[in-house]
């Protein structure tokens, strides 16, 4: 189906998945994530921890739980679908992406952060409980997706899931999402000189490489061929840069009702984004040519990749 909401002069893209049954589709996957996740945030401890103290384990469901879209855990379970992997498998990679995605979130809320009030339309962490308590939440959420993704059940063998666990690591840490969020506020109040290939850079690593391991994930979890795991590489590199640019243009063309967050945020902080470097309708030309190349780098897959096809076309026609 062709998007009717592509305007002219935008690349089409080709899949033939109605924007309706994408929702649907997301909408289930959230559904099926959140029973995960609130069964991993229970209140009995597990062998060798000694026990949940309840501030900590209630700041943690508060930021993890009852929200988000859970666009990467849906990734997961798309990609790891192109090779058979069973859902419950992929959910609990999904899982432990989510925990470091809510995590980052709870993070870059914080007053010495980005300093927002409002997240998944209601009170952030810091606000509903208290800075420290929103700190170490974060912290233990970053932790528990560590023991989530070396669990047994998530794949039979120990090398592929010790090759997920450092990636998750790696897109993660100093060279991954913390290196982007230093960069991210270091580049607050810059707009001298050239900064397309800085921004780009920064935006690839505090949102683009968790995205493009939830898209990759799939064919580690499935042993892939090399040419179908480069499928998956450009493919989950297009869709985490336009996923940031369609943030960047939320944030100043939405509303915090449908956001769920506040709006104008960036430009009050004096963020560098591609709104600002190229202009609302330059950014959305450049969203709408990475959802073409994230498109088009899955066409090896035939009709198997139509959902995943569908996912990119959402990250330009999403409202929130
Ligand atoms: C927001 O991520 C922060 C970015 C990385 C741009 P999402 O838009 O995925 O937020 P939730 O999880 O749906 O709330
Ligand atoms: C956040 O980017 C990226 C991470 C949390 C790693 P933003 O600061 O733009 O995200 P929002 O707009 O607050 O969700
Ligand atoms: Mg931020
Ligand atoms: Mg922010
Ligand atoms: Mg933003």
Do not use: W
């Amino acid at each position: 189906m062709i998007s009717e909401n592509t305007p002219a002069g935008f690349p089409r893209m080709t899949s033939q998945i109605s924007s309706s049954l994408l929702l649907k589709r997301l909408n289930s996957n959230a559904e099926a994530l959140e029973k995960v996740l609130a069964d991993l945030l229970s209140d009995a401890p597990l062998k060798h921890e000694i026990a949940r103290p309840s501030r900590l384990l209630a700041a943690m469901r508060y930021g993890s739980l009852n929200g988000g879209k859970r666009f990467r855990p849906f990734l997961v379970v798309e990609s790891a679908s192109l090779f058979s992997i069973p859902a419950a498998n992929a959910l609990l990679v999904g899982a432990s992406l989510e925990c470091i995605h809510c995590y980052s979130l709870l993070h870059d809320d914080l007053p010495s952060m980005d300093n927002s009030n409002l997240r998944r339309g209601r009170l952030t962490v810091h606000k509903a409980f208290d800075e420290a308590t929103a700190i170490l939440a974060g912290d233990a959420l970053l932790t528990l997706a560590f023991d989530i993704i070396t669990r047994d059940e998530i794949h039979a063998d120990m090398a592929t899931r010790v090759l997920l666990t450092r990636e998750l690591a790696r897109v993660a840490g100093l060279g991954g999402m913390v290196g982007g969020q230093i960069m991210d506020l270091a580049s607050e109040g810059r707009f001298d000189g050239d900064k397309e290939h800085d921004v780009e850079t920064l935006q690839q690593m505090k949102t683009g490489v968790l995205l493009g391991l939830a898209c990759r994930s799939g064919a580690i979890l499935g042993g892939a061929a090399p040419a179908e795991r480069s499928a998956l590489d450009v493919y989950g590199k297009a869709l985490g840069q336009a996923f940031q640019i369609a943030d960047d243009l939320l944030d100043v063309e939405s509303n915090h009702d449908a956001l769920g967050k506040p709006v104008g945020q960036d430009s009050v902080a004096g963020k560098t984004t591609f709104v600002t470097l190229l202009g609302a309708h330059g950014a959305r030309m450049r969203l709408h040519e990475l959802v073409a190349e994230a498109d088009a780098a899955l066409d090896i897959f035939g009709q198997r990749a139509e959902m995943l096809k569908a996912a990119a076309r959402y990250v330009a026609e999403r409202q929130n």
